[in-house]
């Protein structure tokens, strides 16, 4: 699972929670360097490696966040996706995470999800959008927003071991979530609601299309 300045926490560690849990399962959290991660909103979380010289892993995970936005145009981390695409047995992301595949190039031709707000921007990387909780084509697995990344990790649980174990690691952490509120989804959320996060995050929005943008006009 990839580690990065700003990235929501919940996108990694509701995923990791799931994966972890995994019988003969190692979780190793890759990072620029082996410092302490500051996350969007102040956990710091420590890296078990650099993900430059990582060996193939057979599963990669790349969640989302407002920390996506700067590394959209690393070229290096891109490679580091592509490569570890190549041999990998599933590519995978949790929210906006979604983005960084699709900038590696590798969502083109494939159907995926990530955090509504950002859902609009798959197609730029020549993506399907899919407004699913999580979606899977072939070997990419994406997961929605934030909590999906508990979602996409059960799925992915069974995929590899079964429905029967990811059903036990389902209980185990007693995922049955009753919200209080019928505003998780934009579908559903009053309409001041949704407008009310979307202008909290216009100006970060406009700059992760810049920088999307950006990108492209690079490589064309």
């Known amino acids: 699972m990839l580690l990065f300045e700003n990235a929501t926490q919940l996108d990694l560690t509701g995923a ?16 620029s360097t082996l410092e302490p991660v500051r996350t969007e909103w102040g956990l710091t979380i420590t890296p078990d490696l650099a993900w430059s010289g990582a060996p193939v892993f057979d599963v990669i995970c790349v969640p989302g966040g407002w920390g996506v936005n700067a590394l959209l145009g690393d070229e290096a981390l891109l ?9 990998t047995r599933y590519v995978t992301s949790v929210c906006t995470g ?25 197609p730029l990387f020549g993506a399907t959008p899919v407004a699913d909780r999580v979606v899977r084509d072939r070997n990419r697995i994406t997961g929605a927003g934030v909590t999906a990344g508990i979602d996409f990790a059960l799925v992915l649980a069974a995929e590899l071991f ?4 990811a059903q036990r690691i389902q209980l185990a952490i007693e995922y ?10 934009a579908r559903t959320a009053p309409a001041n609601i949704r407008d009310d996060v979307l202008r909290a995050g216009e100006s970060s929005l406009a700059q992760r299309r ?9 490589r064309t």
């Open 176 to 185: 049955d979530p009753h919200p209080p509120f019928d505003s998780g989804s």
């Open 16 to 31: 990791y929670e799931v994966l972890a849990r995994m019988p003969g399962t190692h979780v190793s959290l890759l990072a």
């Open 79 to 87: 490679e580091f996706l592509r490569v570890q695409a190549e041999s």
């Open 210 to 218: 810049a920088a999307i943008e950006q990108t492209i006009r690079r």
């Open 98 to 122: 979604a983005l960084l595949l699709g900038a590696a190039g590798l969502l083109r031709g494939y159907r995926a999800t990530t955090h509504w707000m950002s859902l609009d921007l798959l």
């Open 162 to 165: 079964g429905d029967s174990e």
